[in-house]
Structure formats: structure tokens, C-alpha cells
């Protein structure tokens, strides 16, 4: 087989349909748009959502609720966690992003003080509990 020889399978690929082009082709005069009506005029069809005058879905169901657009995506990670650094290591945003420990986009980072702290981290920037700042310290790391 060579290059030349390859070709689409018989009857995959298809010409599209050229409407207006006379009375000969069975697609002249209205374009297979049939007489008048809106979906026959030039720009003309039902908006999105309309259901042909019956009261459309989006009406039919109640509103309930509203979405908070000040919302903050904090992600929460545990002190155990952070057992995958090396021992003086300064954990920041950058550097979880890196390790796949956080992912998407999250407006910041919470460490909570679930596990055993077992080595000492440097951290910045990252919201901390009450409790795994106690037990970062106890490690001998620190907090800024």
C-alpha cells in the first residue's frame, strides 16, 4: 500500500447540499425553505428556548437560591500530608501546585492539623489552623 492508494471509505464523504442553484437541482426558487413564515425570512428563526408559544421550561420551574459571585475555593490539605517534602523544605502555593496536590484554580490554601507532623517545613502564604500550626512548630518548623 502506498500513500496514493489510501482514500475515505466509499459513501463517508458526502458533498454538501447547494440550495438556490435553479429549478433543475429540486432546490431552487424557496431554497428548502417552503412559503413565507419566520423560519423562511433572511435571519429568521425561533429564539433559544421557545417552545412554540407553550410556556417554556425555563419559566416553568421555580427559581430557587442565587450563586454568591464573592465566593472564595479554598483548598484544604492535612498536616500528614506534607510528609512528602524533604525536611526543611519551604512550602508555598507554587510548590504544591508542582507535587499535584492541589489542582485547578483555588484562591488559596488551608493546611489543617489532621496527622503527625515528622519533619520540619518552612510555610508562606498558606492559611493554617490553630492546631497544625502547634504541630508544625512542635516539629521545629515555622509559619510566616
Request: no cysteine; aromatic share 4%; glycine share 16%.
Amino acid at each position: 500500500m502506498q500513500l496514493h492508494d489510501l482514500a475515505p471509505a466509499p459513501g463517508s464523504r458526502k458533498n454538501r447540499k447547494r440550495v438556490g442553484r435553479g429549478p433543475g437541482s429540486g432546490m431552487g426558487k424557496t431554497s428548502t425553505r417552503g412559503h413565507k413564515g419566520l423560519k423562511a425570512r433572511s435571519g429568521g428563526n425561533v429564539r433559544p428556548g421557545f417552545e412554540g408559544g407553550q410556556m417554556p421550561i425555563y419559566r416553568r420551574l421555580p427559581k430557587r437560591g442565587f450563586t454568591n459571585i464573592f465566593k472564595t475555593n479554598i483548598a484544604v490539605l492535612n498536616v500528614a500530608d506534607l510528609d512528602r517534602f524533604d525536611d526543611g523544605t519551604t512550602v508555598d502555593h507554587e510548590t504544591l501546585y508542582q507535587a499535584k496536590m492541589v489542582k485547578g484554580r483555588v484562591d488559596g490554601v488551608k493546611i489543617l492539623g489532621d496527622g503527625v507532623a515528622a519533619k520540619k517545613f518552612v510555610l508562606k502564604g498558606l492559611l493554617v489552623s490553630k492546631t497544625a500550626k502547634e504541630k508544625i512548630e512542635a516539629a521545629g518548623g515555622s509559619v510566616e
